[in-house]
């Protein structure tokens, strides 16, 4: 198991430049969450899709960033226009809770893309 | 949602046990703790969950007394690979989706 994809590691880019970041989930899950990590604000959870539908993205700073799940395989995140302020680590993670029945499930995280904003 | 309370930093040697106590005083009936583990660079990784009473794994132990307003993480005989962040989390099957809320955690360090 390849475990939670995530592309590109590292990005670099300057401010009011449009960033994607990507991520593929383990096969068989259908929670896709995604998190920001600075210093300042620790572990924060942005979004996260049940079954490829966002559940919740109250956790999404502002308009200029949106997620998408087209596909049980695929998502996204989309920063535009981007600023210094999104700099961090973004982290994606996935889980399946068939199996847990009402016990809180466990979340595979991704390696995270650091994304850096000049 | 239970809001936790850990140490922020502790230190340990090598060889010996590290007990991390996490407090949440506000714990609700059908909330289960979980702890996770973040090594620099990498996403945060399941550690342990449980309920009540006392779990164990190949990694780590949790204890959970009976009123279930603290749990403590011991994790015996620590290696310096083991210095990590510790997060508790407390939550149910419906809140932990939607109300996930990662604290600083604890930064354990091992000395040699």
Known sequence: DAGVIQSPRHEVTEMGQEVTLRCKPISGHNSLFWYRQTMMRGLELLIYFNNNVPIDDSGMPEDRFSAKMPNASFSTLKIQPSEPRDSAVYFCASSYPGLAGDRPDTQYFGPGTRLTVL | ?112
């Open chain 2, 1 to 112: 949602l239970a809001k936790t309370t850990q140490p922020i930093s502790m230190d340990s040697y090598e060889g010996q046990e590290v007990n991390i106590t996490c407090s949440h005083n506000n714990i609700a009936t059908n909330d289960y703790i979980t702890w996770y583990q973040q090594f620099p660079s990498q996403g945060p990784r399941f550690i342990i969950q449980g309920y009540k009473t006392k779990v164990t794994n190949e990694v780590a132990s949790l204890f959970i007394p009976a009123d279930r307003k603290s749990s403590t993480l011991s994790l015996p005989r620590v290696s310096l690979s083991d210095t990590a962040v510790y997060y508790c989390l407390v939550g149910d099957r419906e809140t932990s989706y939607d109300k996930v809320i990662f604290g600083p955690g604890t930064s354990l360090s091992v000395i040699p």
